[in-house]
């Protein structure tokens, strides 16, 4: 059976379409910051096309992005980092919760009204669920954790402590700086989707370049944007 290409029906290449996504989503650019991007290198395209192929595009590409790294990430059941923060939709909080592994990896993003018992376990769940149980759990000191854990049979898991959470607080300022960018969320299904695919995005492109050589790093960043160019390809 032949794969049909997803662009089939766009007049627009390919590896335009990647790169409007990638810009939009990575870097806390507007819409119209990247149609100015992609009018500068002589592309003519709308904010609105923009905005429609991130829509369309953005989780295909962060789906295949996490069919490929989850096989390959067995290292991250070893020690998780959980955390939430506040996000105001048309003036009302809601919460973001992330789980992080001990590399900066974002393995998992959940979006709820409420931040109780309720709302842990079902977090909780879904990422064990996707990535299996971790040996490690590191959280602040809020209950809803313990008392989701309990329930879960993973309460030895737990580890709370001063400053051990720092990767998972550290982890929210790229998303931090993206929601400025977007001027806020107007709707609990748009941030659920939009955190999804950026934590992909991020995870993908994120080498950690204090960590390594300068010719090191130059590989890796080339081999992350060789993989993207051929993402979703026929």
Same mark, same amino acid.
């Given at each position: &059976?032949?794969?049909? !290409?997803?662009?089939?029906?766009?007049?627009?290449?390919?590896?335009?379409?990647?790169?409007?996504? &990638?810009?939009?989503?990575?870097?806390?650019?507007?819409?119209?910051?990247?149609?100015?991007?992609?009018?500068?290198?002589?592309?003519?395209?709308?904010?609105?096309?923009?905005?429609?192929? +991130?829509? $369309?595009?953005?989780? &295909?590409?962060?789906?295949?992005?996490?069919?490929? $790294?989850?096989?390959?990430?067995?290292? !991250?059941?070893?020690?998780?980092?959980?955390?939430?923060?506040?996000?105001?939709?048309?003036?009302?909080?809601?919460?973001?919760?992330?789980?992080?592994?001990?590399?900066?990896?974002?393995?998992?993003?959940?979006?709820?009204?409420?931040?109780?018992?309720?709302?842990?376990?079902?977090?909780?769940?879904?990422?064990?669920?996707?990535?299996?149980?971790?040996?490690?759990?590191?959280?602040?000191?809020?209950?809803?954790?313990?008392?989701?854990?309990?329930?879960?049979?993973?309460?030895?898991? @737990?580890?709370?402590?001063? +400053?051990?959470?720092?990767?998972? *607080?550290?982890?929210?300022?790229?998303?931090?700086?993206? *929601? $400025?960018? &977007?001027?806020?969320?107007?709707?609990?299904?748009?941030? @659920?989707?939009?955190?999804?695919?950026?934590?992909?995005?991020?995870?993908?492109?994120?080498?950690?370049? !204090?960590?390594?050589?300068?010719?090191?790093?130059?590989?890796?960043?080339?081999?992350?944007?060789?993989?993207? $160019?051929?993402?979703?390809?026929?």
């Amino acid at each position: &059976m032949i794969k049909r !290409s997803p662009f089939r029906y766009f007049k627009t290449s390919p590896e335009v379409i990647r790169l409007a996504v &990638m810009l939009y989503i990575r870097f806390p650019l507007s819409l119209r910051n990247v149609e100015d991007l992609l009018h500068e290198r002589g592309i003519d395209v709308s904010h609105e096309a923009v905005r429609y192929w +991130w829509h $369309r595009f953005g989780p &295909m590409f962060a789906a295949e992005i996490r069919k490929r $790294r989850i096989s390959g990430m067995k290292s !991250s059941r070893w020690r998780w980092h959980l955390d939430e923060v506040f996000v105001k939709i048309n003036g009302e909080r809601h919460y973001l919760w992330r789980a992080v592994d001990h590399e900066g990896e974002v393995l998992e993003s959940f979006v709820t009204k409420t931040r109780d018992k309720a709302a842990a376990l079902k977090f909780l769940r879904k990422a064990m669920r996707k990535h299996g149980r971790p040996e490690v759990i590191v959280t602040d000191r809020l209950r809803s954790y313990g008392a989701a854990l309990k329930e879960l049979g993973a309460a030895d898991l @737990q580890e709370t402590g001063r +400053w051990t959470n720092n990767r998972a *607080e550290n982890s929210h300022l790229p998303f931090r700086r993206r *929601e $400025r960018a &977007m001027l806020r969320f107007r709707r609990m299904r748009s941030l @659920q989707k939009f955190a999804a695919v950026h934590a992909s995005v991020y995870n993908h492109f994120n080498q950690d370049r !204090s960590l390594s050589t300068r010719p090191n790093f130059k590989l890796n960043r080339a081999a992350a944007l060789a993989e993207w $160019r051929g993402l979703c390809s026929a």
